[in-house]
């Protein structure tokens, strides 16, 4: 089956410094990729939609300046974390759908777990 | 109103059936799906059903659907410890840019007591 993996699985920091999540899809061309964010007991947030070659849609809420999308290839997207703060602690996972690929057909990555200190 | 609601919690003893609920709110939603979370881990999809059907049965996993009432279950039969995990329930919404994107319940933990 499809397989995504983030890197790192895990990243701490300290405050004021930025961080770099990697999303890949390992055996599929990811047209689409999402950003979702989660926190402890809560369900998943949508941040972003990101389509290859062009610029990421950001939900309502989500900072775009603090929360930098890049999907440069069809096969990673990156979410960058700037200037990070103690309340930007939290579970980020991504997922990716190929092109062509149904509603159903969305791959999650394994998430990454930013601590901010 | 938006959000797509689940109860929490679920204990069940190992060998027994579970049953997971969710209601939903958009009746244009194509597909329903129910996704399993482990500890640390992302989320793995179990299955989805698509709006027209009223049941889909994937060995241990039985879906049922009415969409009159939009409510969709989750059974599980002989439930394991491996199974403990947070389910979570999802609808596809078809966002203002036209593209479908996914929609989560909060998810409901479910604890298997040996």
């Known amino acids: 089956g499809a397989v995504v993996s983030q890197h790192p699985s895990r990243v701490i920091c300290k405050s004021g410094t930025s961080v770099k999540i990697e999303c890949r899809s390992l055996d599929f061309q990811a047209t689409t990729m999402f950003w979702y964010r989660q926190f402890p007991k809560q369900s998943l947030m949508l941040m972003a939609t990101?389509?290859?070659?062009?610029?990421?849609?950001?939900e309502q809420g989500v900072e775009k300046d603090k929360f930098l999308i890049n999907h440069a290839s069809l096969t990673l997207s990156t979410l960058t974390v700037t200037s990070a703060h103690p309340e930007d602690s939290s579970f980020y996972i991504c997922s990716a759908r190929a092109l062509g690929g149904g509603a159903y057909e969305q791959y999650f990555g394994p998430g990454t777990r930013l601590t901010v200190t | 109103g938006e959000d797509v609601e689940q109860s929490l919690f679920l204990s069940v003893r190992e060998g027994d059936s579970s049953v997971i609920n969710c209601t939903y709110t958009d009746s244009s939603s194509t597909y329903l799906y129910w996704y399993k979370q482990e500890p640390g881990a992302g989320l793995q999809l179990l299955t989805y059903?698509?709006?027209?059907?009223d049941m889909k049965q994937d060995q241990r996993l039985t879906v049922l659907l009415n969409k009159k009432d939009k409510h969709l279950s989750l059974r599980i039969a002989d439930t394991q410890t491996g199974d403990s995990a947070i389910y979570f329930c999802a609808e596809s919404r078809r966002s203002g840019a036209g593209s479908y994107q996914l929609t989560f319940g909060k998810g409901t933990k479910l604890s298997v007591i040996p």
């Open positions: 990101s389509n290859e070659g062009s610029k990421a849609t950001y």
């Open positions: 059903i698509f709006s027209n059907m």
